[in-house]
């Protein structure tokens, strides 16, 4: 069975990074994109990115490019998304999931919590 | 990129069908059959519903369909019941090689 394991909640200062990771089960981890998804609280879904797990590569939204990182270690089927300059308006719960094949996203990790606050 | 246009909520009776739009522009939901739907319960993370305009995952109740015409996707669930009472999704990928979320509807069973 498929499923993505996601690192514990975090609380962090404004100016602060972040580093939350997602670790892959159930199947070939290099065989499919893991993307990154957001949701501050009472909000809707914020796609922030992708990354190829076989090559490295990704593909970040406008609006993070600058402030975020994904990385992979397939070593431990494994990835991690790092977000720096934190503000307040960052406090959310931060997804990832894996593509599935153009243009969807199954499953889903169950979330991780990071409250930015002085 | 501006987020797809859902109603805020939508409700109905047990065993009534509702229908969910998601409006984009011809940069996404019109220009690409890669249209998504999520349920989502309080608390718990994304569940895919349907894939690629009108496909349902193993497991997901034929209850569900989706459809598009123009730059409109739609979401339809017959026979409601109490347990398809949460927020829904749309999502779709776009020219920019990037993805967008629809706004979000609220399900409510009366």
């Known amino acids: 069975q498929v499923s993505l394991l996601q690192s514990g909640a975090e609380v962090k200062k404004p100016g602060a990074s972040v580093k939350v990771s997602c670790e892959a089960f159930?199947?070939?981890?290099?065989?499919?994109?893991i993307h990154w998804v957001r949701q501050a609280p009472g909000q809707g879904l914020e796609w922030m990115g992708w990354?190829?797990?076989?090559?490295?590569?990704?593909n970040y939204g406008q609006k993070f490019q600058g402030r975020v990182t994904m990385t992979t270690d397939t070593s431990m089927n494994t990835a991690y998304m790092e977000l720096s300059s934190l503000r307040s308006d960052d406090t959310a719960v931060y997804y990832c999931?894996?593509?599935?094949?153009?243009?969807?996203?199954?499953?889903w990790g169950q979330g991780t919590l990071v409250t930015v606050s002085s | 990129q501006s987020a797809l246009t859902q109603p805020a909520s939508v409700s109905g009776s047990p065993g009534q069908a509702i229908t969910i739009s998601c409006t984009g522009s011809?940069?996404?939901?019109?220009?690409?059959?890669?249209v998504s739907w999520y349920q989502q319960h309080p608390g718990k993370a994304p569940k895919l519903m349907i894939y690629?305009?009108?496909n349902r995952p193993s497991g997901v109740s034929n209850r569900f369909s989706g459809s598009k015409s123009g730059n409109t996707a739609s979401l339809t669930i017959s026979g409601l019941q109490a347990e398809d009472e949460a927020d829904y999704y749309c999502?779709?990928?776009?020219?920019?090689?990037?993805?967008?979320f629809g706004t979000g509807t609220k399900v409510t069973v009366l």
């Open positions: 999931a894996r593509a599935g094949g153009r243009s969807w996203f199954d499953p």
């Open positions: 159930g199947y070939t981890f290099t065989v499919s994109y």
């Open positions: 990354i190829n797990p076989n090559f490295g590569g990704t």
């Open positions: 011809s940069s996404d939901v019109g220009s690409y059959n890669y």
């Open positions: 690629e305009v009108s």
């Open positions: 999502s779709s990928y776009t020219s920019s090689n990037s993805y967008v």
